[in-house]
């Protein structure tokens, strides 16, 4: 569907498996983003989510970061996406690309074309030392800081490399490691606390992550993930029927 329904918001289901009704758009532009790839229609999330968008980005701008490139939000209703995504259902989870040089406002047909470098080495061992910065850093901290976010998720290269420089900071829980995730980074916000019928994934283990676990990513079994095997979805929550439907 090419519209959100009527009505207030409403999330059924979980991340990976759900849908939203009453969902809002963000803007395709405001104080301090611009929202790239808007033929998707993609644009499309809870109004805490657009809320928390547009604080990151207020915040972002006081510290003099230049204006954020936001990816995907949802669909106007959630559910599962053609392609690109096995999340983003619930209309609580964004894409905030992780490009910090000066950008220039660009028209609607340009941000088709946004392409942004890998900030991690193409054996995925470590960050590009020729592109990360501190200033990647500070904005993650920054994301992770927000009231509502559940889990910030970006490449295991950033996450080892957040370990070195801030072990030990509150913060780096939220922050966990995902494939892909190299030029990029994944927020999610915990279910609101009225909506009954969303459902939160388990919270991030205790800790900063910076132990044991992060050397899995650079095993075999990680490199090389077994396929599953073809079959049908999982159906979703039986009020989506009603919201994928309604006219």
């Avoid at 803007?27 to 033929?39: E, Y």
């Avoid at 283990?205 to 990513?217: H, I, M, Q, Y």
Wanted: net charge positive; proline share 13%.
């Amino acid at each position: 569907m090419a519209k959100p329904t009527a009505g207030p918001a409403r999330v059924f289901g979980r991340t990976g498996l759900g849908c939203i009704a009453g969902a809002v758009a963000l803007p395709p532009d405001g104080p301090g983003w611009q929202a790239v790839r808007l033929s998707r229609n993609r644009n499309w999330g809870h109004p805490m989510l657009v809320g928390t968008l547009r604080d990151l980005a207020a915040r972002a701008k006081a510290q003099g970061f230049p204006a954020l490139w936001i990816g995907d939000l949802g669909q106007p209703r959630g559910g599962p996406m053609p392609y690109g995504h096995s999340s983003h259902q619930v209309g609580l989870d964004a894409d905030v690309w992780l490009e910090l040089s000066p950008k220039p406002s660009l028209t609607v047909a340009a941000r088709e074309e946004v392409v942004v470098p890998s900030l991690v080495l193409p054996d995925e061992s470590d960050v590009a030392p020729a592109r990360w910065t501190p200033r990647h850093a500070a904005l993650i901290r920054l994301a992770a800081e927000l009231p509502g976010v559940d889990r910030i998720f970006v490449h295991h290269a950033i996450k080892r490399q957040l370990c070195r420089t801030d072990a030990g900071a509150a913060w780096l829980r939220h922050v966990r490691p995902w494939r892909g995730h190299d030029s990029h980074m994944h927020i999610r916000l915990r279910c609101p606390t009225d909506q009954p019928d969303c459902h939160d994934q388990p919270p991030p283990p205790a800790g900063d992550g910076c132990d044991s676990s992060l050397d899995w990513w650079l095993t075999a079994e990680a490199r090389h993930p077994a396929q599953r095997a073809p079959g049908p979805p999982p159906p979703l929550p039986v009020a989506c029927r009603t919201v994928l439907e309604a006219r």
